[in-house]
Structure formats: C-alpha cells, structure tokens
C-alpha cells in the first residue's frame, strides 16, 4: 500500500474511492482497507472523509440517498454534539 498512487491521485483532485473485491474470498475488508491505506500513506481524517465522500458520489445510490449519506458523513466529521 506505501506504494499507492492514491496521495498523488488526491492531490490532483482526482475522485478517488478505497474499495474491498469479495472480501470474504480475498480478505481486505472495507475497514480494513481504510485503516491500511491511512497508515500506509499518512493520510489524515479530512483525506479519508474525501474517499468516503467520493464513494458516496460515485455510487449508484439515488441523488436523495447520495445527498442523506453526505449529510451523515458531515454530522459524523463534526463529532458529538
């Protein structure tokens, strides 16, 4: 994972997404792909927010369960209230 492009790929505003392939089959799981590529490549909790905003834009969810995930996403990033 030190080796990933995925740094570089932020920084040039590319919308990146960290993704897990049968997970049961091939291990790596979302989580575990999170916390790896983090550590991997120092990423910080605003870059990693990003990859999770990114995912969620990306997906095929509907525009209103697009804009409910972002909205959780958000509330998530500001902490306790």
């Known amino acids: 994972m030190a080796q990933s492009t ?3 790929l932020l920084d040039a505003g590319v919308a990146v997404t960290i993704n897990s392939d049968d997970p049961a ?3 790596g799981y979302i989580g575990d792909n999170y916390v790896g590529i983090a550590a991997a490549l ?3 909790a605003g870059d ?3 990859l999770a905003a990114n995912a969620i834009r990306g997906s095929f969810a509907t525009a209103e369960r697009k804009r409910e995930l972002l ?3 958000e ?3 500001a902490g306790p209230e």
């Open 25 to 27: 089959y091939f291990g």
């Open 6 to 8: 995925i740094r570089t």
């Open 42 to 44: 120092a990423l910080t």
């Open 75 to 77: 509330r998530a990033a």
């Open 71 to 73: 909205d959780e996403l």
């Open 48 to 50: 990693l927010h990003r």
